[in-house]
């Protein structure tokens, strides 16, 4: 299995309550609806608590702000997903045209990776 962890920075005219409910409640079905097409095996959201909840531990890594949210998705393998089609590319844009609404693309690191279990 192949993983794309995508780091969320929220557009700044939204606040972090408003981003993750409009993720939640709109994006996430979108998501769904296209799943199949993209050939998506598991979409997992990873909404933050208020940043004062790990102020400390930040602080004390000299670690940098926190993400609003963090998306995980799953595919079998980047064949799987190439065989997937044109079906895949219009869904791949429609998901793309609904980020731009709430999600700063810009500050949003996102990344391909295949996970290594240590615990679990």
Not at 11 to 35: G, I, K, M
Request: charged letters at 30%; proline letters at 4%; a negative charge.
């Amino acid at each position: 299995m192949i993983k794309l962890t995508f780091c969320l920075v929220r557009l700044p005219h939204l606040t972090r309550e408003a981003f993750q409910d409009y993720w939640f409640n709109t994006h996430a079905p979108l998501v769904r609806s296209v799943a199949g097409a993209l050939r998506i095996r598991r979409y997992v959201q990873l909404h933050s608590f208020d940043p004062e909840i790990s102020k400390g531990t930040r602080a004390s890594r000299g670690g940098p702000e926190q993400y609003d949210g963090v998306a995980e998705l799953w595919w079998d393998s980047f064949e799987d997903m190439a065989a997937s089609g044109e079906a895949a590319a219009e869904a791949g844009r429609l998901l793309l045209e609904d980020e731009k609404r709430f999600i700063d693309l810009a500050r949003s690191p996102l990344w391909w990776g295949e996970e290594k279990t240590i615990i679990g």
